[in-house]
């Protein structure tokens, strides 16, 4: 299964792991375009937009206080995809840096420090009168007022819609520029930017590009290795044997 230019990492290479929807999935989290996911349901247009916002903020606030409350239910952990992950940061002597287009909060719960959330939080509002962004675990009603500002119906949902830039990018790019090893898993490859960092990792040429993905992505093509199947048998294997490297590394 080792592609012959993973053979070029060494264990101070940086490493960055896209993910997306679909290792949230076997935690009971829906995806987004897969036959039964969330867009399946309802429309982006209606629910994931400024304008549908601004339009009709009680049918947002609903989707998202929904989704909200799921994501605290009992059922809802990290599963072994989240935990390979938090186990790879906190093992490999160089950096480790999870970019999720996920808004839940799996990647942390499973004990992963260094994350970059480039879609938002779902576990945080933002107020539109003020900028400033709280922890928030319940629904947000009309007279929800920020903790900042005291102000009552200005606060969102702290998450990136479509038609909004999403976070953080220059440090996101500063970490492709950075990377040894570039691994996506369990995204569609349908959203931009996300969707164009392995072109930028393959732009700059240093690193080796895998995919990890239940089916091949739109941009497989793009990827030198590609393990499809569940993330959860997947990337626990994968990243036991990048850790094994670094233990023969100290032979
Ligand atoms: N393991 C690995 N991959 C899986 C699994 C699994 N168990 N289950 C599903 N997948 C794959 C699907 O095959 C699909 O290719 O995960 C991918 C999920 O794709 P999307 O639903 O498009 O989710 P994502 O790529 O994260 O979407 C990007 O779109 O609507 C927006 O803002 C939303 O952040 C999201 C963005």
């Known amino acids: 299964m080792v592609a012959a230019n993973r053979s070029a990492l060494s264990p101070q290479s940086a490493i960055v792991v896209l993910t997306g ?143 909004e830039m999403p976070l953080e990018l220059d440090a996101i790019y500063g970490a492709l520029d950075r990377c040894g090893l570039f691994v996506s898993v369990g995204t569609s490859g349908n959203v931009y930017p996300a969707a164009g960092f392995v072109h930028e990792v393959r732009r700059l040429g240093r690193a080796h590009t895998v995919e990890i993905n239940l089916e091949p992505s739109e941009t497989v093509s793009l990827f030198v290795e590609k393990l499809h199947g569940p993330a959860s048998g997947l990337l626990p294997a994968f990243v036991s044997e990048l850790l094994e490297t670094v233990e023969h590394c100290g032979d």
């Open 21 to 163: 929807a679909g290792i949230s999935k076997e935690s009971g989290l829906d995806t987004f375009r897969d036959a039964d996911g969330i867009w399946s349901k309802v429309r982006l247009e209606d629910v994931a937009t400024p304008e549908a916002f601004a339009r009709d903020p009680a049918t947002v606030q609903a989707f998202y206080d929904a989704r909200r409350r799921q994501l605290q239910a009992a059922a809802i952990a990290p599963n072994p995809a989240h935990l390979a992950l938090a186990d790879l940061e906190a093992r490999w002597p160089g950096e480790v840096l999870v970019v999720t287009q996920n808004i839940d909060d799996l990647h942390e719960r499973a004990g992963s420090r260094n994350v970059i959330h480039m879609h938002g939080e779902l576990l945080k509002v933002r107020c539109g009168a003020d900028g400033s962004i709280h922890a928030w675990r319940d629904d947000v009603a009309p007279d929800s007022a920020c903790p900042a500002c005291g102000r009552t119906g200005t606060l969102r949902p702290h998450v990136v819609w479509f038609g």
